[in-house]
DNA sequence: ACCACAGTATGGTCTGACCATATTCCCCCA
DNA sequence: TGGGGGAATATGGTCAGACCATACTGTGGT
């Protein structure tokens, strides 16, 4: 005989997962919907409470569900979306393995920090997030606290572009270079040239000047992390985020 | 007493995924190394191997891991890098929660697709992907075959564009949106104007012409899927891909 | 030298138990 | 009648142990 294909029987919890996502099309299930109970799925779909368990999982490592212990109406698996820890932890653990290069995530952000400068021109944006970020920067006192609003102002970009997509892979990419980010600023010192460039980006995004936009925020990137391609040795890296949610 | 912090105490899984991302990083693990096995790991750290399961789930639905039952060199779960695989299952279920909606889908691949073609005409990108591409699609005779050769196309553009991340965003918005470009396609009924695109495409990146390149992508995925940014009722879907991986 | 078969390590699955947590219910007391 | 407090309960979290299917490994016989 000849021309056998393998079998490949799905998991368990495969055709869990196959069922659940058949249920939130069909049912039209939304954010805030709650899941049946474990024991009750694994009834239902004729499988053990463990396969729906490992179905779980991989529902909330997808962001799409967060489990709640105890009992009563917020009890339970309910669907969520956060979109962003999922690739948070991809690009992680990716760059971990070394399957994702340093240049790679820099470059991406970069096309997306654009993209959101100009998008959030074009689109109108509601200026009072970015405003606060901007004045939050101002009074920050250590690299760290600099960096965590700087990325606020930059997800504020993003967010107000429209666009939640784009707004969850900069909040991750961001996310993922942050350790890189407060060293560049420890190495920068002063962050007045920073300030400047932010203020010039605000007014531009303001003003719904889409290309000076994007063009301040290449420039501005471009100068306040100049050596943010150049990986870090093993040893230079602390232990950073890890695995694991929670709703 | 007051300030009390919820304690959230990690669950087992979590820890074990932590355990294991600190050995991938300080082991210096990579692509093609076996993790020990489910009851050793488990044993070691000290949980059950239920705990242990869970936590390759996760692993695997990220796309680091892959696990194969049997003995030998290659059984076990082996370190591996899918990255587009994790991110087509990611969107999949948020455009299914209503939580992602098709046109922010469909403005990310924009934006990635005039990227990376910009990017593949500096970069010198190697041709030989392209052609073939291009000339499967010009031979194609229903519209899911097109559409397949179509995205070889784009797809083979991204990872000409040398960043492996923004390949495995092109792929998964592709494979993500693949139902609709079908769709497209069927509606549209004669090709040829779709070709002419692809080889301007093509003529731009090889002459290295990234503004020329970013500029024909646009135009042509206006031109081509006009109506793919009005989403299609729920009855019009069919059951789709689903949920599930295997190494 | 080769082949067949037993041995074994691997993930996949199930059962059933117990724990921790948080809400809900209900009874008793004021 | 109202309220407080404890029991009941539903939920996820964890564990132990068993068994199955799979696929390599080694061994012994021909």
Partial sequence: MSGWQPVRRTRAFEDVLAQIERRIAGDGLTVGDRLPGERQLAEQLQVSRSSVREAMRVLETLGVVSSQVGRGPDAGAVLISRPAGALTDLLRLHLGLASLSLEEVVDARLMIEK????????????LSALTAALERMGEAATAEEFVEHDTAFHVAIAEASGNRLTAAMMRSLRDSLRRYAVEAVERLGD?????????????????????????????????????????????????????????
């Fill in 115 to 126: 993209w959101s400068a100009a998008h959030a021109a074009r689109h109108g944006a509601d």
């Fill in 191 to 247: 962050t007045t040239g920073l300030m400047a460039d932010h203020r010039r980006i605000y007014r531009a995004i303001a003003a719904g000047d889409a290309a000076e936009a994007s063009a301040a925020v290449e420039e501005h990137l471009h100068r306040a992390y100049p050596g943010i391609s150049r990986p870090l040795r093993n040893e230079d890296r602390g232990p950073g985020g890890q695995l694991g949610h929670r709703g």
